[in-house]
């Protein structure tokens, strides 16, 4: 390993180093709804409420990508620290 990573990786003797545990679930959608599925870069900024409100927002302002305009009025309030990713569903 490259001794400038060593620091970084001190406590891990084997891989994987970084397990993901996703949320799964069924949830049945009808037409005219709407889902917003993101990173975890969205959800440490904001609450899944939060989120609606501006979507619903924009589609009040006949907004046409919901999920640039989620992040813009994300971004206005918060400076992202992690990757964020977005996708926005209507149905």
Known sequence: M???YASLF???????YITAKPETGICNLNVGDIAILASDGLWDLITSEE???????????SET??????????????SPGDDVTIVVLRL
Do not use: C, F, M, N
Not at 55 to 61: D, E, F, K, P, T
Not at 66 to 78: F, G, I, P, T, W
């Open 65 to 78: 990508d919901l999920a640039r305009y989620l992040l813009e009025q994300v971004k206005s309030k918060h």
């Open 2 to 4: 490259i001794d400038q």
């Open 10 to 16: 001190y406590g891990y003797k084997t891989p994987p």
């Open 51 to 61: 989120a609606t409100e501006i979507v619903l927002a924009g589609v009040s302002q």
